[in-house]
């Protein structure tokens, strides 16, 4: 028997998609550290490690790292607490029914 409350991780193709084609520098992001509220570009970005690390501007603990190889690309966003992405004025996504 299967539980229709949920579906599988294949629907979030479209929403993510989505999200990911806008430019993420305006992105509004919560330090889990401590608390500041800013936009990615307010992020300091450090290049001299294996990828980009963005470090809070307010406490320096790390908020993002990104590595990239020819293949993958690794997002790490466990300094943050959330991520407020503006959108486009359009039509919010829907959950199917």
Do not use: I, K
Not at 70 to 97: C, I, K, N
């Amino acid at each position: 028997m299967t539980d229709p409350s949920y579906l599988d991780g294949n629907m979030l193709d479209g929403p993510l998609r989505e999200l990911f084609a806008v430019d993420l520098s305006t992105a509004t992001g919560r330090c889990a550290h401590c608390g500041t509220l800013g936009e990615l570009a307010g992020l300091r970005v450090y290049t001299h490690a294996p990828g980009l690390v963005g470090r809070c501007p307010n406490c320096a603990e790390v908020m993002l790292r990104l590595v990239r190889s020819p293949e993958h690309a690794w997002l790490d966003l466990r300094g943050a607490t959330f991520l407020r992405v503006p959108m486009a004025a359009e039509q919010p996504y829907r959950s199917p029914r």
